[in-house]
C-alpha cells in the first residue's frame, strides 16, 4: 500500500474555506492557488469582516527560499482632505468611510506571479457557496450579539434582509443565498480584477459610495495598483523572523520579539514571563504611534529598520524593569491614541514546492463601511477610519498620531504583520498571522512563543490563553477561561492577575481574546499542523494529499 503524500495545507478561521485551499492543492494547483481560493471562500462565508471591498498584505516565500512582501492595502481616494473629515464627514460608517479597495488586484498579483490553476477555477467553489445558501454561523457579527436588530443598519438597509428573516438572526447552521455576490463572483471569474475595477461593478461601486457621502471616482478604482515590497527581518534567538514593513505593522511585532529574544526564557505562563511580554508589548506599541504610509512619512524606512536591530532590540529590552511596569509616559506615548478595528482575517498556505504565504485582509470594522453595493452583494471596508484626524481625539481623549494623518492617496496604518519563521538552517518552522486589530500583534507574539520557546504544536499554541496591552488605555487585558464549540480554553489565573497587580498593572477581565489568530508549523518529520483559533466558530486547517 502506498502512503500518501501531504502535498500541501491551509489554515485559517473557517473551515470550510481551509478545506476549499486544499481542494486546489489536490486539484495541482500552488499555494497561491489556495490562497486566492480560500480567501474568495472567507469572503463568501463571512463577508462581515473581509469581502471584496477590502484589501490587506500578504507574505511570501518563493520555493527558492526568497521572500517578497505584496502590499494591496486600501488607500484614500484621491479627492479626500483632512478637513473633509474635521468638517464632520465620518470615516466610520458611509461613503466616506470608504477607501480604494485592493484586494481583487492583489490576488490577482499572486495569481500571476505563482498561480498554476486557470483563474476562473479558484472562483468556482465559492460560486457554489453563494448559489447554494451560506451556512450561517457568524452570529458574533451581530452587534452585542444581539438578536435584535430595530433600528440599526440591519433594519433600513434592504441588502442586509436576508441574514435577518422577522428582526432577527439565522439560527446557527440555517443556509442563507447570496445570489447577488454570486453574479459577481461570475462576473470576475470570467474577466479577471479588470471586472471590478472597471465597467458595471466600479460603477455601481462608485455609485453607492457617492451616494452615502463619499468623494471616490472611477480614476481611484481604475488607477489602484499593489505593489511587491521588500519584507523586514530580525533575529529571534536561533530564528529567523519575515514580515512586512509599515504600512504593516510587522516592524512593531519584531520589535516586541527582539526584546524578549534579549531575555531569558522563563517559565511558560510565569509572573515574570508574563510581565515581559507586557512590558515589551507595551515599548513596542511606544514605537507603533510614529508608523504610517512610508511614501508620505521620510525616514521610515531607517526608524524601522533601527528598532529591530540586535543593537536596537537590546537597548529597548534594557528599559523592562523585572520589578515594576511604568506610567504610559515611560514607553514615550503620553498623549497618543492607538487605534482599535475588527472585520479582519489571515490566512497561510504552503505546497510541496517550498511556496508559503501568509495573507491578512480587511474590511475594516464588522461589516465595514455598512454598504453592500447593490445588484452586486459585496461589502466595502471602512479603513479611512484607520486614519488619524488632526483635532479629533479618540474615545478615550488621546491625541491623533501626525504619521497617519488623512491625506488623498495615502495608506493608512494597519496592525496587520503576516509572518513566516525560519530555523537556523533555512527551513520553514512557523508561519501566520492574526485578525483583531491592536491585538493581532499581541496574538502574533504569543503564538510564536508558544511555538518556538515552549514546543507547542499549533493548536496548543493557538488554543493557550493570551494577554494584551498597548500602553493606553492603561491595562493588561487577561483572557477567562471559555468554552467555543466544545473546546475549552483555560484562562489566566488569579494567581498571575495578582502578581501582575504586584507589579503596578491595571489588570481588567475579558471573556475571550478579541483576536482570531491561525498558524502552521512545520515539523522536522516534513508534516505540517495547520490550525485556527478554538475561540472562532468553525476556524480550523486541512491538509492536501497526493
Known sequence: ????????????????????????????????????????????????????????????????????????????????????????????????????????????QLHQQYGRLPWSKLFEPSIKFAEEGVPYTCRECVPGGSD??????????????????????????????????????RLLADRGADGFYEGEVAEALIKVVRERGGLMSLDDLKNFQ???????????????????????????????????????RTEEGAVLGQHRVTEALRLAFGQRTELGDPAFVPGLQEKQASWISEEGSRRRSEMISDERTFPPEYYMTPSTEIKYDSGTSNITTADSSGLVIS?????????????????????????????????????????????????????????????????????????????GGSTIISSNIQVARNVLDFGMSAAEALRANRLHDQIQPNVTYLERTSTTQGITVDGHSEELADGLREKGHVVEWVTAHRSTPCAMRFTSEGKWEAAGDPRKHDSGGSESYA
Open 226 to 264: 499593489p505593489r511587491w515590497i521588500d519584507p523586514i527581518q530580525a533575529r529571534y534567538r536561533d530564528y529567523t523572523l519575515w514580515t512586512l514593513p509599515a504600512p504593516a505593522s510587522g516592524a512593531i511585532w519584531l520589535s516586541a520579539m527582539g526584546m524578549l529574544s534579549q531575555l531569558d
Open 359 to 435: 495573507l491578512t485582509t480587511t474590511v475594516g470594522w464588522n461589516w465595514g463601511s455598512k454598504i453592500m453595493v447593490p445588484g452586486y452583494g459585496f461589502v466595502l471596508n471602512n479603513s479611512m477610519d484607520d486614519f488619524s484626524v488632526q483635532g479629533r481625539p479618540n474615545g478615550f481623549g488621546y491625541e491623533p498620531t501626525p504619521a497617519n494623518y488623512v491625506q488623498g492617496g495615502k495608506k493608512p496604518l494597519s496592525s496587520s504583520c503576516p509572518y513566516i519563521v525560519e530555523d537556523s538552517t533555512g527551513c520553514v518552522v512557523l508561519s501566520g498571522g492574526a485578525a
Open 1 to 108: 500500500m502506498t502512503t500518501p503524500i501531504l502535498s500541501g495545507a491551509v489554515c485559517s478561521e473557517h473551515r470550510l474555506a481551509s478545506q476549499v485551499g486544499t481542494e486546489m492543492l489536490a486539484a495541482g494547483g500552488s499555494a497561491a492557488d489556495a490562497m486566492i481560493a480560500t480567501v474568495l471562500a472567507i469572503n463568501t462565508l463571512c463577508p462581515y469582516h473581509s469581502d471584496l471591498g477590502g484589501g490587506g498584505f500578504a507574505i511570501v516565500r518563493s520555493p527558492a527560499g526568497e521572500y517578497q512582501g505584496l502590499d494591496f492595502r486600501q488607500h484614500a481616494p484621491a479627492a479626500v482632505t483632512m478637513e473633509f473629515y474635521q468638517n464632520g464627514a465620518s470615516t466610520s460608517k458611509g461613503g466616506a468611510a470608504v477607501a480604494v479597495p485592493g484586494e481583487l488586484r492583489g490576488l490577482e
Open 148 to 185: 435584535q436588530i430595530e433600528g440599526s443598519f440591519y433594519q433600513t438597509d434592504e441588502m442586509y434582509a436576508p441574514l435577518f428573516p422577522d428582526g432577527k438572526a439565522l439560527p446557527p447552521g440555517a443556509k442563507y443565498p447570496r445570489p447577488e455576490f454570486a453574479r459577481t463572483l
